[in-house]
């Protein structure tokens, strides 16, 4: 079992729509989590980090479900340059902080 | 704040060469820097973790003495791919960490990569 899964989508929805994805992790001791967009053959951004039960950043909310291991991105009133792939990483202390990263969520959003 | 330069932003290269890549952290300090490789439409895979002042950490399948990295000051690592291939042709990303916690978390920040390519 891969340490970070991501439904690799894509998820093509309309302008204005609301969009949620979510990202699963197995180790259990995992503390700090993350959220970075990445545009094509760009770098990844960070979106959002999440250290308690979530985080919200205006159109843009995390959950984090310790229960059954995973966080969430929901992304409301989606506009056209939220377009990108969006890559879950985790990290937990015994790891050296190194990050374990999804293969990524891409979205599309359509006109 | 927290931002990670990178360069060169591309390299063009015969193979045999070899290309050296750095990385720096522009307004912050960070013991803890590391090199990613990003082949089309795949994730991200970590390389190595490089140290401020000690060795760096290569990852399981990184050949060591293909991929040089130094990490001389707080501020700078290098990454040298030696005798390079076509193969080797990729993205290569170098992130740094916050340390002193200025972001206020263990957060990551990218430099905007490096793209290789070996004739």
């Known amino acids: 079992r891969k340490e970070v899964e991501q439904d690799p989508g894509p998820f093509n929805v309309p302008e204005g729509a609301t969009v949620a994805f979510n990202c699963t992790y197995s180790?259990?001791?995992?503390?700090?989590f993350f959220w970075y967009r990445q545009d094509c053959r760009k770098e990844p951004k960070l979106l959002m980090s999440?250290?308690?039960s979530g985080n919200e950043d205006g159109r843009f909310t995390a959950q984090l479900n310790r229960a059954s291991q995973y966080i969430s991105l929901l992304i409301r009133d989606s506009k056209l340059s939220d377009s990108a792939t969006y890559l879950c990483?985790?990290?937990?202390?015994?790891?050296?902080?190194?990050?374990?990263f999804g293969a990524g969520t891409t979205v599309t959003v359509r006109a | 704040g927290a931002v990670v330069s990178q360069h060169p932003s591309w390299v063009i290269c015969k193979s045999g060469t070899s290309v050296k890549i750095e990385c720096r952290s522009l307004?912050?300090?960070?013991?803890?820097m590391f090199w990613y490789r990003q082949f089309p439409k795949q994730s991200l895979m970590l390389m190595a973790t490089?140290?401020?002042?000690?060795?760096?950490?290569?990852e399981q399948g990184v050949e060591k003495d293909k991929f040089l990295i130094n990490h001389a000051s707080l501020t700078l690592s290098t990454l040298t791919v030696t005798s390079a291939h076509p193969e080797d042709s990729s993205f290569y990303i170098c992130?740094?960490?916050?340390?002193?916690?200025?972001?206020?978390?263990?957060?990551?920040?990218f430099g905007p990569g490096t793209r290789l390519t070996v004739l």
């Open positions: 180790n259990s001791a995992s503390q700090s």
């Open positions: 307004d912050f300090q960070a013991t803890t």
């Open positions: 490089s140290n401020e002042g000690s060795k760096a950490t290569y």
């Open positions: 990483a985790v990290n937990h202390p015994q790891n050296d902080y190194k990050l374990s």
């Open positions: 992130s740094a960490r916050d340390y002193q916690g200025l972001t206020g978390g263990d957060e990551q920040f």
């Open positions: 999440v250290y308690s």
